[in-house]
């Protein structure tokens, strides 16, 4: 890993998104200019992620308002000592006072390209790895916050306040139930796992580690189960995917997590997408998410 030293005074303040221009010359200083970028994402005021290619290579440039990149430097950091698979992209450099972050840039095909494919053979080696990292991380001491049931209602507030009021409410009262008792954080968790983020091809990777916590694993697997969930009823259908069993089977559930855990984190998701897709038909959703009714979506998977 590198350490920049600190800025030169540039466009940049402590509060904007660093520009274009200040990230490449961060990155110029790893790969060796010239340099150019592909803009990936972009939150205006917020971060931005982009691609910047130079002569050695490539990396994820990660941009941050504020003081964000400090800390998630700090989260992805704690990775360089985990599991080799499956692959997490680790630390290159960082530029804490202009608030940048460099990181691998890993290969592979996002998940919802093998989801849109039919390819559950795909999504099972996904879901399986999942599960060995999970188990991997199990136990061990990590310099990581744990994500508590108070974070997970906050996370739920803030996207219900930007939701219609009616619906921020109604997702706010669906949830409550399974904001009353604590959980446990064993190990350590993505905090906002979905098929996006989740890389197939050789080898599976996961991308996007700037919430990384210590939680149960249930909560990345009911969070990636709540967005297959969305993809399975897009387009009106009420039937779950034989992907999304898949998903479900090649996690195995049986003896690795708590099965009223897992609709309880599910249920959970859901209520915070109804909020960010502005779709209430999500809480209605939520609420058949039982252990049985998980179970009975595993076995769809099982012939997959």
């Known amino acids: 890993m590198t350490v920049v030293p600190p800025s030169a005074p540039t ?20 790969l060796g200019g010239p340099v150019w970028t ?5 939150k205006p005021g917020r971060r931005r992620t982009a691609r910047v290619h130079g002569q050695a290579g490539s990396v ?3 941009a941050y308002a ?49 989801l849109e494919a039919g390819d559950v053979a795909a999504v099972r ?24 049931v108070e974070r997970e209602r906050r996370a739920l507030q803030r996207q219900a306040e930007l ?17 009353q008792t604590p959980w446990p954080a064993p190990t350590v968790v993505h905090r906002d796992l979905y098929e996006e983020q989740i890389l197939t091809g050789e080898t599976t990777a996961l991308i996007d580690l700037d919430d990384i916590a210590l939680g149960p694993p249930e909560l990345d697997v009911g969070n990636a189960l709540g967005h297959l969930l969305l993809r399975d009823t897009r387009g009106g259908s009420t039937a779950v995917s034989e992907a999304t069993g898949a998903f479900l089977h090649g996690y195995g559930l049986s003896g690795r997590l708590d099965p009223e855990r897992l609709a309880r984190c599910t249920r959970l998701t859901l209520c915070r997408l109804a909020c960010v897709h502005r779709a209430p038909d999500l809480l209605d959703l939520a609420r058949t998410v ?8 595993r076995d769809l998977g099982r012939g997959a």
């Not at 520009?19 to 790893?30: I, M």
């Not at 990149?69 to 530029?95: I, S, T, Y």
């Not at 039982?290 to 009975?296: D, E, F, H, M």
């Open 11 to 30: 466009s940049a303040t402590p509060l904007a998104v660093p520009s274009v221009a200040d990230v490449e010359r961060v990155a110029a200083a790893l």
């Open 38 to 42: 592909e803009v990936l994402k972009d």
């Open 60 to 62: 994820i440039a990660k």
């Open 66 to 114: 504020g003081d964000r990149a400090a800390r998630v430097a700090k989260r992805v950091g704690v990775l360089a000592d985990g599991p080799d698979r499956p692959v997490v992209p680790q630390l290159r450099a960082v530029d804490a006072d202009l608030g940048v972050v460099l990181l691998d840039d890993v290969v592979g095909a996002p998940l919802s390209t093998s």
């Open 125 to 148: 080696r996904a879901a399986q790895a999942l599960a060995g990292w999970h188990t991997a991380w199990a136990g061990r001491v990590v310099a990581l916050q744990p994500h508590t």
């Open 163 to 179: 939701a219609p009021t009616t619906l921020g409410a109604a997702a706010l009262r669906a949830a409550e139930p399974g904001l």
């Open 290 to 297: 039982t252990p049985a009714a998980i179970s009975q979506w």
